[in-house]
Nanobody, 114 residues
Framework: QVQIMEYGGGLVQPGESMRLACAAS????????MGWHRQAPGKVREFVAS????????NYEDSVKGRFTISRINDANTMYLEMNNLQPEDTGVYYC???????WGKGTLVTVSS
């Protein structure tokens, strides 16, 4: 059974940092591209970042470039999203995605507010 879980959401103030984690089981984690998406209130879900199976290639949505860093540890079946200089527009539910099989986690809420 495939399970994908996100961890680390919460409330932060503008300019602060937060790290999200994604733990996966039931898939060959190290063999596939993974990614983060987010959905702001009242908006459609959007791409945030992706990482190749070996971590050598990453892609970011323009608004997070230079602020967010995606990484993974295949031996631990875990992926991370380090988010710095968070802004109110980064508020939303963040989802972990396995591109193989198109599996999604249930999401974790990140709120950036003063």
């Amino acid at each position: 059974q495939v399970q994908i879980m996100e961890y680390g959401g919460g409330l932060v103030q503008p300019g602060e940092s937060m790290r999200l984690a994604c733990a996966a089981s039931g898939i060959v984690f190290g063999g596939y591209q993974m990614g983060w998406h987010r959905q702001a209130p009242g908006k459609v879900r959007e791409f945030v970042a992706s990482i190749s199976w070996n971590g050598e290639n990453t892609n970011y949505e323009d608004s997070v470039k230079g602020r967010f860093t995606i990484s993974r540890i295949n031996d631990a079946n875990t992926m991370y999203l380090e988010m710095n200089n968070l802004q109110p527009e980064d508020t939303g539910v963040y989802y972990c995605r396995s591109y193989a099989g198109n599996y999604w986690g249930k999401g974790t809420l990140v709120t950036v507010s003063s």
